[in-house]
């Protein structure tokens, strides 16, 4: 993964993710940090997807979590230029619904795109991020539940194991 593969930028209430390569759970951790810190003042997030060729679960999870948060918001979650095999995979997860696609790039010319990616993302970090994105794609759809059973529940032993060798 290069530094500029994922890519943000906002104007007011409207924010730009461009998302590069294969989007993995190395990605994933930016982004939630990026969904964590979402409030009612946006509008409108367009994810730039035409130069990603492949997403794991658990970015696709967190972007479940950016597509369940912007509803409650009343916010639009457009995804751009997303290659057919790639928006299928996202189907198969029954997240699709939660985004609007589009096949042209909307207009999206940022100038401040800037890298989101944090300098160093500790193995903690890393795990909330798989456990809390398998368990989104569960609540986003019933049917995922057994999919990611054995993923929650490595991820969540991962979790308590990484917390007892930090005290």
Known sequence: MKDDDILISNSGSVYNIKVRGRANFEYAVPLRHFSNCM?????????????????????MGVLAMIGMKAKKFRAIVEIHCMAPQVRALLKGLGVDKLFTFCDENGG????????????????????????????????????????????????DADIENLKKNQN
Not at 39 to 59: G, V
Not at 129 to 137: D, G, P, R
């Open 39 to 59: 409030s009612s003042s946006i509008e409108l997030i367009c994810i730039e997807a035409s130069e990603c060729t492949f997403m794991d679960s658990t970015f």
């Open 108 to 155: 999206i010319t940022v100038e401040s795109w800037h890298n989101v990616l944090p300098q160093k993302k500790s193995a903690l970090e890393t795990a909330e991020t798989v456990s809390e994105a398998h368990k989104t794609l569960v609540e986003a759809d019933d049917s995922n539940a057994e999919k990611f059973k054995e993923v929650i529940k490595f991820a």
